[in-house]
């Protein structure tokens, strides 16, 4: 009787979808926090499990960590087992989340990995002197205009930078070597280079578990008669939702993506 109980609940499953930053209508802790403790909580109905979409090639580091690490401690503190199920993208950022997962799989054609991190931006710098514009900063420490895009570029600034980037790189190597832990089968320099690979590769490489969807998950789960309670960030209403979102979500992720600051992309 208790095992049909549970088995009538019907299993959640979490939407991880977009660009990973801190700002607002992107996928962060603030957006994604309350959809998984609702997740979490229903999953401790049906059976102790939560299911989570991912669809997204990455972002912000802070946000990827912030996420997982989320993921884990309610893991943890609930007993709910948590797949991890890739669509069309679960790359840097967004396989970090995957990874904070008790098992992934993905489509045979999904992109997976990259597990690298990137940074840049742009040097004008001959521009304004084509121009006739004096460039006036001031500062407080001898740094603090460090990477400045209107001065020529400084050897020191490109080696603290590289620094910086090993040092985050460093980090999700050690995340992805703590989940994937036993399962990794291919050499290091060819799995944290930063590139990708689809999904049937992901699974001889250990990144993923197995190949599958939500559908087929979810059947798996519960039979043909289970039932799904996809959990989703709330969508603007109105007109407004046509006229202006995707332009202005079009240009934060196209600031996102050429800013300075390192992305796990």
């Known amino acids: 009787m208790s095992i049909f109980f549970w088995r009538t609940k019907p299993i959640p499953v979490v939407e991880l979808k977009g660009i990973i930053a801190s700002r607002a209508g992107a996928l962060n802790l603030r957006s994604a926090g309350p959809l998984l403790e ?9 059976g102790k499990r939560l299911v989570l979409a991912i669809e997204s090639p990455g972002g912000s580091p802070v946000q990827s960590d912030l996420i997982g690490q989320f993921i884990r401690r309610r893991a943890e503190e609930t007993g709910v087992r948590v797949t991890a199920v890739i669509g069309d993208v679960g790359a840097s950022g967004g396989y970090w989340i995957a990874c904070a ?8 054609m999904s992109i997976v990995g990259s597990i690298g991190v990137i940074g840049g931006g ?3 710098n001959r521009l304004i002197e084509r121009l006739d514009i004096d460039r006036r900063v001031y500062t407080a420490g001898r740094n603090k205009a460090r990477l400045d895009p209107f001065s020529p570029e400084k050897p020191e600034d ?3 930078t590289r620094a910086l980037l090993d040092d985050l790189h460093g980090h999700f190597k050690d ?3 703590g989940r994937r832990a036993g399962k990794l089968t291919r050499p290091e320099e060819e799995l944290f280079d930063g590139s990708y690979m689809i999904g049937s590769r992901a699974v001889e490489a250990g990144l993923v578990d197995r190949l599958g969807d939500v559908d087929g998950l979810l059947r798996e789960m ?3 008669k289970v039932r799904a309670a996809w959990l989703r960030p709330k969508r603007s209403r ?4 046509f006229l202006g979102r995707g332009a202005r979500e079009a240009a934060a992720e196209v600031a996102e993506i050429w800013s300075e600051r390192p ?3």
């Open 263 to 265: 992305q796990l992309r």
């Open 238 to 241: 109105g007109l407004l939702r």
């Open 222 to 224: 519960g039979g043909t």
């Open 38 to 46: 609702r997740g979490f909580a229903l999953g401790k109905l049906a």
């Open 158 to 160: 490109v080696a603290f």
């Open 122 to 124: 742009f040097g004008v």
């Open 175 to 177: 995340w992805v070597r």
């Open 101 to 108: 997962a008790d098992e992934i799989r993905a489509n045979p």
